[in-house]
């Protein structure tokens, strides 16, 4: 199994930052990539984006595209989530998602282990 915490979300202004964060515990050895989702009000939890285990490659949901970056520290098998220029929209649940079968991959059945979600709220 895998155990993964978030932290790091918050009320913010439109235009100000946060980062999320994410750490993995248990059998990480299995995990090959790591992501993040979100879930608005009334909406379906929808993909985010997500870092290969190397940190070598990445991918981004299309809204996000310049504005969010993902890392990771592996000394720590911590994920990151920076998000900057924040706007009212990305006011969501943040879910961080660990795969151990598919990097790159968008649709949330591929993940198989979750973290418990940390609220984000951008007020304008």
């Known amino acids: 199994q895998v155990q993964l915490v978030e932290s790091g979300g918050g009320l913010v202004q439109a235009g100000d930052s946060l980062r999320l964060s994410c750490t993995a515990s248990?059998?990480?050895?299995?995990?090959?990539?790591m992501g993040w989702f979100r879930q608005a009000p009334g909406k379906e939890r929808e993909f985010v984006a997500v870092?290969?285990?190397?940190?070598?490659?990445?991918v981004y949901a299309d809204f996000v595209k310049g504005r969010f970056t993902i890392s990771r520290d592996n000394a720590k098998y911590t994920r990151y989530l920076q998000m900057d220029s924040l706007k009212p929209e990305d006011t969501a649940v943040y879910y961080c998602?660990?795969?151990?079968?598919?990097?790159?991959?968008?649709?949330?059945?591929?993940?198989?282990?979750w973290g418990q979600g940390t609220q984000v709220t951008v007020s304008s």
């Open positions: 998602a660990a795969s151990s079968t598919c990097f790159g991959c968008r649709g949330e059945n591929e993940y198989g282990y």
């Open positions: 248990g059998r990480t050895f299995s995990i090959v990539a």
């Open positions: 870092i290969s285990r190397s940190g070598g490659s990445a």
